[in-house]
């Protein structure tokens, strides 16, 4: 793969904007150099550009050398940072194989890049071959998701491995639900394939949605390259702040909340497979369910008015007649199998 030529000409020659922040990097006793007011506030400085403690610390957790890591606000920013940096608008395209998270797409059209689809099949796998068949040299990136978005399932290894071996372009492999499930996640695979970029995300199971953070890790020439585009403080103080309590402090509690979720998400699977209304339970390596009704729309409504609001995905691609349902505490989850008992 030869990076260069998958870059827009412009990113690539890029200049990218120098912060007070990178120019100085030592420490000294006087900073008038920021424009920062100087009364001590906490936050009356400007945060690391490059949050260099915090994925110091990603880096030991995940195994991933910090040079691999790239922050940004909310794992979106990664998404809308990839388009623009390989994507020429109007010339250039991104693939999705739906049905899957509808953030891709949007970032695409915003940029002015076009998308070309290709479904996932019955069982919400990717099919390798169709996939390399319908890409080109302007296809510039895939977007896979696994755990998928609405859909809940892994992508086959066997299958994502072709994909890596064929595709021409940047595969990016979105994980913002590896906590859920029982596989090893693709940042073990980096230094195989040039072209893997690894998305995850402290919005689901770190519980960390409100600060905005998120991750990519991809080789380090990609990592540059994003640095280079982002804005150069992305990431706020208090996000880095919070960030680094829970990486400290936190981790164990995030793994048991992980374990209850994971028993809670069999027991409502259970629950609602018991149901005369449930026509299907699709398998779940994420932190909620889709769920096939024979009336989807009487149980949305009536969950809705007991006040509990599920995702309605019966619009989407192959999710006909489908809610999306997070698993939430044992109480919640008890309320929405109530109101379907209720319901009959
Ligand atoms: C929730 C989710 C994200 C998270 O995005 P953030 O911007 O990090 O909150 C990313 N990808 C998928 C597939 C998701 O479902």
């Known amino acids: 793969m030869n990076l260069k030529e998958l870059v827009r000409d412009n990113i690539w020659n890029l200049q990218p904007y120098s912060s007070a922040r990178h120019e100085f990097e030592g420490v000294a006793d006087i900073y008038l150099d920021a424009n920062e007011n100087p009364f001590d506030t906490g936050l009356n400085r400007y945060p690391d550009p490059l949050q260099k403690q915090l994925k110091s610390r990603i880096s030991e957790l995940k195994q991933v050398p910090a040079g691999q890591i790239f922050l940004g ?17 109007g010339i250039d395209e991104v693939m999705i194989l739906p049905p899957t ?4 797409k949007v970032s695409a059209d915003i940029c002015d890049v076009k998308v070309k689809s290709v479904s996932l099949n019955d069982d ?17 990136i895939l977007f896979l998701c696994s755990p998928n978005n609405p859909t809940g399932n892994l992508m086959e290894r066997d299958e994502v491995i072709k994909v890596l071996e064929g595709f021409k372009g940047m595969v990016v492999v979105d994980e913002a639900y590896i ?3 029982s596989e090893p996640s693709w940042t073990k695979r980096l230094s195989d394939y040039p072209n893997l970029i690894v998305l995850q995300t402290f919005s689901k199971a770190w ?24 804005p150069p403080y992305n990431i706020n103080q208090l996000t880095q702040e919070k960030a680094w309590e829970t990486l400290n402090d936190g981790v164990a509690e995030k793994d048991r909340q992980v374990a209850t979720l994971l028993d809670e998400r069999e027991k409502l699977r259970l629950d609602l497979e018991g ?29 809705r008015s007991k006040g509990i ?17 997070t698993v939430g505490t044992a109480e919640e989850n008890d309320q929405v199998i109530q109101t379907l008992k209720e319901l009959t």
């Open 275 to 303: 149901h005369a209304g449930v026509l299907q339970v699709f398998p779940s390596e994420a932190n909620f369910l889709l769920v096939k009704f024979e009336k989807h729309d009487e149980i949305f409504t009536a969950l």
């Open 309 to 325: 609001v599920v995702r309605d995905r019966s619009g989407t691609h192959l999710c006909e007649q489908c809610l999306r349902i």
């Open 101 to 104: 998270y509808g953030m891709y």
């Open 179 to 181: 906590d859920f499930s």
């Open 73 to 89: 606000n909310g794992s979106d920013e990664a998404i809308d940072m990839l388009i623009r940096i390989f994507c020429r608008p």
């Open 124 to 140: 919400f796998q990717p099919d390798a071959s169709q996939i390399l068949q319908e890409s080109s040299a302007l296809t510039k």
């Open 207 to 230: 519980g960390l949605a409100g600060i905005r953070l998120g991750m990519a890790f991809a080789q380090p020439e990609v990592i540059r390259l994003m640095n280079a585009v982002k």
